[in-house]
Antibody, heavy 118, light 108 residues
């Protein structure tokens, strides 16, 4: 069974940084494309960004609201996905989900909550 | 950027059929995927590539896509189908993913 477990969420001040992790099991992680999706309180789903497998170039893409501030990376030796979030804004407050990515998101973690507030 | 529009809410009686639309410019030329999200839970994929169902998803869930509208159909609606539903596509021009605005399905 594929499992994704996010961690690293918490309370951070505007302008601060936070790094989220997503531990994967039950899949050949090195071959997987992975995405982050977020959901602000009471709002809909918003795609944050994606990282392809190293065999497919390992490239990253980001949604416009986070481009230049967020960085997705992966450690295939640890089966772990990361989301480095810098220059955080109040509007980044959300539940952040890690997902597998096949142009659709077939497996989701339970999410980790990030709150940006002074 | 590509925009997907869904009705904010759909109400349906138990045993009846719910249809949730997802509108987008020439969406029929894209593959559409659908997610169900119950309160306090992560989304679950219910339809991918317009009309395919992942294992474990009841046959009551079906999808179609043509022209400017994709549709998720839930037949013989049950109380447990009450949830938010989101459509999603891959925008090949931007190489980004786009989610619809979401539809809250209420079972009367």
């Amino acid at each position: 069974e594929v499992q994704l477990v996010e961690s690293g969420g918490g309370l951070v001040k505007p302008g601060g940084s936070l790094r989220l992790s997503c531990a994967a099991s039950g899949i050949t992680f090195s071959y997987a494309w992975m995405s982050w999706v977020r959901q602000a309180p009471g709002k809909g789903l918003e795609w944050v960004g994606r990282i392809k497998s190293k065999s497919d170039g390992g490239t990253t893409d980001y949604g416009a609201p986070v481009k230049g501030r967020f960085t997705i990376s992966r450690d295939d030796s640890k089966n772990t996905l990361y989301l480095q979030m810098n220059s955080l804004k109040i509007e980044d407050t959300a539940v952040y989900y890690c997902t597998t990515d096949n142009y659709y998101m077939d497996v989701w973690g339970k999410g980790t909550t990030v709150t940006v507030s002074s | 950027s590509y925009v997907l529009t869904q009705p904010p809410s759909v109400s349906v009686a138990p045993g009846k059929t719910a249809r949730i639309t997802c509108g987008g410019n020439n969406i029929g030329s894209n593959s559409v995927h659908w997610y169900q999200q119950k309160p306090g839970q992560a989304p679950v994929l219910v339809i991918y590539y317009d009309s395919d169902r992942p294992s474990g998803i009841p046959e009551r869930f079906s999808g179609s896509n043509s022209g400017n509208t994709a549709t998720l159909t839930i037949s013989r609606v049950e109380a447990g189908d009450e949830a938010d539903y989101y459509c999603q596509v891959w925008d090949s021009i931007s190489d980004h993913y786009v989610f619809g605005t979401g539809t809250k399905v209420t079972v009367l």
